[in-house]
């Protein structure tokens, strides 16, 4: 279908949305046919970006202007005194940490997961280091561990990596970059037995890119892991359990750290260990 649209209409740029489109194997697919200049994937791609699609437009009625979508932190966020209160609701002990990115960089160096509750929530169904399950990948049985102690769901299922943009050509080679963790890739062969938790079995995995200039806190972490390990890639995944959205506010992260086996929780600049 790609391949007859862009003979048809001589546009070698494609973009793509709709719940289809979540398809993460599919688009890495798209994204490397030689037809294809360039692609976008709406990263809130199944029936809630609609709304998306109302702005844009009615902002092409109106005659108004609209940038590309290069981050989805548009949901709600919390301040610490916001935060606070939550934990001091339910009745747990916590510290305020300076430097809490590097505090939680030590922590998954040594192989303990770390629930990441900062900033404004993302739109669409990829957590993309706002709302996010934190470990480590070089850890073979991280992979296990999180879908047996956290997701709680089949141990096969995979988790993708987060990787800071100054890394990304080096792990996964000359592909288009992936800024919403909706595109498959295979991983040079020389990083899948340095990173074991993070790739797939046939050799893929589905990377996010992270940018200084959309999300400081979360590069500033995986900088701070790349110090410790050399690497400048973590695990992220959603900050939920199977069956349940991904959490909103505080008083959900706190719910969900407390019933599974996450080790940590930076929420804000608090922790909160077990």
């Known amino acids: ?13 494609l973009c793509l949305a709709g719940g289809v489109n979540m398809n993460c194997k599919l688009n890495g697919i798209l994204a490397n046919l030689p037809e294809v200049k360039n692609i976008y994937i709406q990263p809130a791609a199944a029936d809630n970006g609609v709304s998306l699609g109302s702005a844009m437009l009615a902002a092409k009625n ?30 747990i002990k916590f510290k305020k940490i300076i430097n809490i990115e590097k505090e939680v960089a030590k922590k998954l160096a040594i192989g303990k997961i770390v629930g990441w ?24 049985n991280m992979k ?5 102690e956290v997701k709680h769901r089949e141990n096969w299922r995979p988790f993708c990596p987060a990787v800071n ?3 990304y050509k080096e792990y996964y080679g000359n592909v288009p970059d992936s800024d919403f963790m909706i595109l498959a890739f295979p991983m040079e062969k020389k990083y899948r037995n340095i990173l074991p938790s993070a790739v797939h079995v046939d050799g893929t995995s589905r990377p996010q890119i992270v940018r200084k200039k959309t999300n400081k806190k979360f590069y500033k972490l995986i900088e701070e892991f790349e110090k410790i390990t050399g690497e400048a ?3 992220n995944t959603s900050f939920n359990i ?16 407390s019933g599974t086996g996450i080790d940590y929780l930076a929420i804000g600049n608090y ?3 077990k």
């Open 1 to 13: 279908l790609v391949k007859d649209l862009i003979k048809k209409t001589k546009e070698p740029n």
């Open 144 to 148: 296990y561990k999180l879908n047996a």
């Open 117 to 140: 509750f900062q900033g404004r929530a993302e739109a669409g169904a990829r957590a993309l280091g706002n709302r996010s399950i934190l470990a480590n990948p070089l850890f073979k």
């Open 62 to 91: 109106e005659k108004g202007n609209f940038d590309i979508m290069n981050h989805s932190y548009y949901g709600i966020g919390y301040s610490d005194k916001e935060i606070k209160k939550s934990l001091i609701e339910a009745k």
């Open 242 to 257: 199977q069956g349940e959205p991904i959490v909103n506010t505080p008083s959900e992260a706190i719910r969900c750290f």
């Open 271 to 273: 922790l909160i260990s």
């Open 233 to 235: 890639i973590v695990i």
């Open 165 to 167: 943009d100054y890394k």
